[in-house]
């Protein structure tokens, strides 16, 4: 028989007397043992169903009362006794468990950043569910090994192998939910950069995104059935392991029960749901290849190394839970089990899985920056096919053609070559007194040529002659000096119309003080009402002083 007896009935110490019994040197009455129903067991404990004491040096009590308490007891539940292989073991395995979760936080951050808008067909939380996963297995792993330490402590077997279990659990479904992120964020990713150069390429509500859309939920579905088989249960049956009898009769048909067994059915169910999306994901993302010889091979080839290793250790983990659920030599949940069984097939394969999803993701870039990247590969293609040759970066600087930064940076350039506020009046006042200083010595150093004069052949002609074309003199705006706000924009605005559009600039002999219209020369009155009225002519070369005109006919309008 396989099982090993924690502790056998033994018969109460000699005394004195018949009424007397002896621990570690201390008489207790046998008498008021015998009347509470105490009784005696081979590890060194004394109980009566309700209460449990250790009576060994140096725990031994110090006294009996007739009521049947104990002074200075020990409670049998306690981690009195020294670290066992199996605590040894989790605290070794805890260890690893720790250095990777640091890496996993690494690698959070580093494919988690966003270098690009993000899209509403591919959210940021789809690349970080996997090292989410994986801070949940460290975690769950961790409580579990440490928790796992007190079972051989304590010197009857009470809530640590519970809590161990628990999380061992827990560390499997989350192991398993970690390789489908892995793979169903492979798929996405594929899908991503397929119709990067082309977003209409594939759509959303095809075949083939609602298959990418219910394959999640299958996969979800069978793993929370797992989670309702295992966790809610009565977990005290696999604390009694104190006896073989308690054993027989709790333990292992606990242990072993039709939940157990169905729940690992689910995982292997969640295995083959992975193996579906990776065979999805190569199907519709990568080339296809004839024939059925050639499309095992070219699926085996499209794979990642990452999966190629990680799959086979997913499904270890499926079967090493398969086993321990008809096998309870072999389960965790034994107080007494097989340790190279238990962490070998229960801990190993999910520290290795942990491991090579850290490493692959160190080798891997940041999703934006490689498809950035691959943007940028694509420019320089069309423009190869199309013959343009893009200027080096230091040509922009070299020119002072700053193309760099946002939409805001190039509105500020903007504003600072003209300034803003009142300083902006400032700026433009400073710019129109250098320019008419440029304009005055312009015109003292220009050579004057006098225009070309035409004879006539009396005063009658000389009258009908055409007049020289006048050219006025460059316009200088002077500062505003007066108090008026709307008067100091006015000329502020005019300013800056010249500066910026010279060839609108009005003439010298114009008015400023009148905005509404201004005079085309000394000697020809307005063709525009003074007033803010409307004129009641119908003709634009018509004064508003003249006779309005008279219409006879539909045909004159």
Same mark, same amino acid.
């Given at each position: 028989m396989y099982l090993l007896t924690a502790r056998d009935l033994l018969a109460f110490p000699s005394g004195d007397n018949a009424t007397d019994t002896v621990f570690s040197g201390i008489h207790f009455?046998?008498?008021?043992?015998?009347? /509470?129903?105490?009784?005696?067991?081979?590890?060194?404990?004394?109980?009566?169903?309700?209460?449990?004491?250790?009576?060994?040096?140096?725990?031994?009590?110090?006294?009996?009362?007739?009521?049947?308490?104990?002074?200075?007891?020990?409670?049998?539940?306690?981690?009195?006794?020294?670290?066992?292989?199996?605590?040894?073991?989790?605290?070794?395995?805890?260890?690893?468990?720790?250095?990777?979760?640091?890496?996993?936080?690494?690698?959070?951050?580093?494919?988690?950043?966003?270098?690009?808008?993000?899209?509403?067909?591919?959210?940021?939380?789809?690349?970080?569910?996997?090292?989410?996963?994986?801070?949940?297995?460290?975690?769950?792993?961790?409580?579990?090994?440490?928790?796992?330490?007190?079972?051989?402590?304590?010197?009857?077997?009470?809530?640590?192998?519970?809590?161990?279990?628990?999380?061992?659990?827990?560390?499997?479904?989350?192991?398993?939910?970690?390789?489908?992120?892995?793979?169903?964020?492979?798929?996405?990713?594929?899908?991503?950069?397929?119709?990067?150069?082309?977003?209409?390429?594939?759509?959303?509500?095809?075949?083939?995104?609602?298959?990418?859309?219910?394959? !999640?939920?299958?996969?979800?579905?069978?793993?929370?059935?797992?989670?309702?088989?295992?966790?809610?249960?009565?977990?005290?049956?696999?604390?009694?392991?104190?006896?073989?009898?308690?054993?027989?009769?709790?333990?292992?048909?606990?242990?072993?029960?039709?939940?157990?067994?169905?729940?690992?059915?689910?995982?292997?169910?969640?295995?083959?749901?992975?193996?579906?999306?990776?065979?999805?994901?190569?199907?519709?993302?990568? !080339?296809?290849?004839?024939?059925?010889?050639?499309?095992?091979?070219?699926?085996?080839?499209?794979?990642?190394?990452?999966?190629?290793?990680?799959?086979?250790?997913?499904?270890?983990?499926?079967?090493?839970?398969?086993?321990?659920? /008809?096998?309870?030599?072999?389960?965790?949940?034994?107080?007494?089990?097989?340790?190279?069984?238990?962490?070998?097939?229960?801990?190993?394969?999910?520290?290795?899985?942990?491991?090579?999803?850290?490493?692959?993701?160190?080798?891997?870039?940041?999703?934006?920056?490689?498809?950035?990247?691959?943007?940028?590969?694509?420019?320089?293609?069309?423009?190869?096919?199309?013959?343009?040759?893009?200027?080096?970066? /230091? /040509?922009?600087?070299?020119?002072?053609?700053?193309?760099?930064?946002?939409?805001?940076?190039?509105?500020?350039?903007?504003?600072?070559?003209?300034?803003?506020?009142?300083?902006?009046?400032?700026?433009?006042?400073?710019?129109?007194?250098?320019?008419?200083?440029?304009?005055?010595?312009?015109?003292?150093?220009?050579?004057?040529?006098?225009?070309?004069?035409?004879?006539?052949?009396?005063?009658?002609?000389?009258?009908?002659?055409?007049? !020289?074309?006048?050219?006025?003199?460059?316009?200088?705006?002077?500062?505003?000096?007066?108090?008026?706000?709307?008067?100091?924009?006015?000329?502020?605005?005019?300013?800056?119309?010249?500066?910026?559009?010279?060839?609108?600039?009005?003439?010298?002999?114009?008015?400023?003080?009148?905005?509404?219209?201004?005079?085309?020369?000394?000697?020809?009155?307005?063709?525009?009402?003074?007033?803010?009225?409307?004129?009641?002519?119908?003709?634009?070369?018509?004064?508003?002083?003249?006779?309005?005109?008279?219409?006879?006919?539909?045909?004159?309008?």
């Open positions: 009455n046998l008498t008021t043992l015998n009347f /509470w129903n105490y009784t005696y067991y081979s590890n060194q404990t004394i109980s009566n169903g309700s209460w449990c004491f250790l009576v060994d040096s140096p725990y031994t009590p110090k006294g009996l009362l007739t009521n049947g308490t104990f002074i200075n007891s020990t409670w049998c539940y306690l981690a009195t006794q020294p670290t066992g292989a199996r605590g040894n073991a989790g605290v070794g395995f805890a260890a690893a468990f720790a250095l990777v979760l640091v890496f996993v936080l690494m690698n959070l951050r580093r494919h988690g950043r966003l270098y690009l808008p993000a899209e509403k067909r591919f959210y940021p939380i789809g690349r970080r569910w996997q090292w989410y996963w994986g801070i949940f297995v460290c975690a769950t792993a961790l409580v579990g090994l440490f928790t796992g330490i007190d079972v051989e402590r304590y010197r009857v077997l009470e809530l640590p192998i519970v809590l161990n279990v628990f999380f061992w659990f827990l560390m499997q479904m989350g192991t398993m939910a970690l390789v489908w992120e892995s793979v169903r964020h492979w798929g996405s990713w594929k899908e991503r950069q397929f119709i990067d150069p082309n977003p209409f390429v594939l759509q959303e509500n095809d075949r083939r995104g609602m298959f990418e859309f219910w394959l !999640p939920l299958f996969f979800y579905l069978w793993l929370w059935l797992n989670f309702f088989l295992i966790v809610p249960r009565n977990w005290g049956n696999i604390e009694l392991q104190r006896d073989s009898d308690q054993i027989v009769e709790f333990a292992i048909p606990t242990a072993t029960d039709g939940r157990f067994k169905a729940a690992a059915f689910c995982l292997l169910v969640c295995w083959l749901t992975q193996m579906t999306s990776l065979w999805h994901s190569i199907r519709h993302y990568e !080339p296809r290849n004839r024939g059925l010889f050639n499309r095992v091979i070219g699926f085996l080839g499209y794979i990642p190394f990452r999966f190629v290793l990680m799959m086979p250790l997913a499904l270890a983990v499926v079967a090493y839970q398969a086993l321990s659920a /008809w096998d309870f030599r072999l389960s965790p949940l034994n107080a007494k089990t097989s340790l190279l069984a238990m962490y070998l097939g229960g801990y190993a394969p999910t520290l290795l899985i942990l491991i090579i999803h850290v490493i692959a993701g160190f080798l891997r870039p940041n999703e934006d920056r490689k498809l950035i990247r691959q943007r940028r590969e694509r420019g320089q293609e069309i423009d190869r096919e199309l013959g343009l040759v893009q200027k080096p970066a /230091w /040509w922009r600087r070299l020119n002072g053609d700053p193309q760099g930064g946002s939409m805001r940076d190039r509105i500020m350039r903007n504003v600072q070559e003209v300034g803003g506020g009142r300083p902006t009046a400032r700026h433009v006042e400073r710019l129109a007194a250098q320019r008419a200083a440029q304009a005055e010595s312009d015109a003292a150093n220009a050579n004057i040529e006098m225009n070309e004069m035409h004879r006539t052949n009396g005063i009658r002609g000389a009258a009908n002659a055409a007049p !020289p074309a006048y050219t006025p003199p460059p316009y200088t705006p002077t500062p505003y000096g007066g108090k008026s706000d709307q008067r100091r924009s006015e000329r502020t605005m005019e300013m800056a119309a010249g500066l910026l559009f010279p060839g609108t600039a009005p003439e010298a002999g114009a008015s400023v003080a009148s905005p509404r219209g201004r005079m085309d020369s000394p000697s020809q009155p307005s063709q525009r009402p003074g007033t803010s009225e409307r004129s009641h002519s119908t003709a634009s070369g018509v004064s508003t002083s003249g006779p309005p005109q008279q219409i006879r006919s539909m045909l004159d309008v």
